[in-house]
């Protein structure tokens, strides 16, 4: 029967229906299921498909936001009951569009499917300096910084970033994404890893610090 539920659960995150996936979860809790297994064979397994529709341009941002609302009120059952460290265990990632770059919506579905999948997450917003990316990567401590440009007109200045990350000998791995950006690009300017959306993100993401296996990683 749990297995059923947890299978309607994740086509209610991915129809984005919020009230039924309340249900759900509260149902599921009712049984005596783990909230952590209701995250991960429920919820998450539900944004995961949302994510290749949205990479795959089956489904659009709207869409996205709709499941992440319904996903955001079933988690907010779960929080209570899960540890600080089941619930963002996978890692810190500071994420932010480059400065002199307004663009944000690629960069939040992004930052989205990284809280969904564990990582906690500290967005900088748009238009961000290279010291405003360090400060926050050593006041986080954080093990990954994510870059997002939009423009080719900004996205020479991640070099700039990664440069002052390497000048201060700071330990983070940097990914970058944006429409511009090549892995090419990535390889050029001393990035650790590219996507090329949302959901191969959070696989590289995932790679970078090594909790996932070979066949999961981005290529």
């Known amino acids: 029967m749990t297995v059923e539920l947890l299978k309607e659960l994740s086509d209610a995150v991915i129809d984005g229906n919020k009230d039924k996936s309340v249900e759900l979860t509260n149902k599921l809790l009712d049984l005596g299921m783990n909230a952590k297994d209701i995250l ?32 955001k009120s079933s988690l907010a059952l779960l929080e209570p009951l899960l540890s600080k460290a089941e619930l963002k265990g996978s890692g810190t990632v500071i994420i932010g569009t480059v400065k002199g770059d307004i663009h944000d919506i690629g960069k939040n579905i992004v930052a989205m499917m990284l809280r969904s999948s564990g990582f906690s997450v500290i967005d900088l917003g748009i238009d961000t300096r290279a010291e405003k990316f360090l400060d926050a990567i050593k006041k986080e401590n954080a093990e990954i910084v994510g870059m997002s440009a939009l423009l080719t007109t900004t996205m020479g200045y991640m070099k700039t970033v990664i440069d002052r990350i390497k000048e201060e000998n700071i330990l983070v791995k940097v990914m970058v994404g944006g429409a511009p950006i090549s892995k090419a690009f990535a390889d050029q300017i001393g990035a650790d890893g590219y996507a090329k959306n949302a959901t191969d993100a959070v696989k590289l993401a995932k790679s970078l610090i090594g909790i996932v296996t070979k066949e999961e990683t981005v290529e």
């Open 40 to 71: 991960d064979n429920g919820l998450l397994p539900g944004m995961e498909v949302v994510g290749i529709r949205f990479r795959d341009n089956i489904i659009f941002v709207p869409q996205v936001l709709i499941s992440a609302r319904a996903m």
